[in-house]
């Protein structure tokens, strides 16, 4: 299975932006779908985004759309998430993980999760 590795949060104010990556091992990350997902204090696990696996198709969630938008770098084994004009409900620690197809709102394995990396908004 594919390793992957989210960096790229911080603590930013609102109506800010940041860009999330998550780098991934192995040669067969363009076989995979992938998703953003991200848990806050206290609530459960949620879909953010999702990317097809040649990120020509992508989907989100309700909540960021508009403000959101996920690629990704094949090249690079890297898929990335564009936040802008965050909010503080966006605090979360966001993860990343393969999917089944982009459309899909929960990884291919639920018991597997990266470090995921933190997402602080102040208002």
């Known amino acids: 299975q594919v390793q992957l590795v989210e960096s790229g949060g911080g603590l930013v104010q609102a109506g800010g932006s940041l860009r999330l990556s998550c780098v991934a091992s192995?040669?067969?990350?363009?076989?995979?779908?992938i998703g953003w997902f991200r848990q806050a204090p206290g609530k459960e696990r949620e879909f953010v985004a999702g990317?097809?696996?040649?990120?020509?198709?992508?989907y989100y969630n309700d909540s960021v759309k508009g403000r959101f938008t996920i690629s990704r770098d094949n090249a690079k084994n890297t898929v990335y998430l564009q936040m802008n004009n965050v909010k503080p409900e966006d605090t979360a620690v966001y993860y990343c993980?393969?999917?089944?197809?982009?459309?899909?709102?929960?990884?291919?394995?639920?018991?597997?999760w990266g470090q995921g990396t933190q997402v602080t908004v102040s208002s």
């Open positions: 993980n393969p999917t089944s197809t982009g459309s899909s709102r929960r990884p291919l394995n639920e018991d597997y």
């Open positions: 192995g040669r067969t990350f363009s076989t995979y779908a």
């Open positions: 990317i097809s696996r040649s990120g020509v198709s992508t």
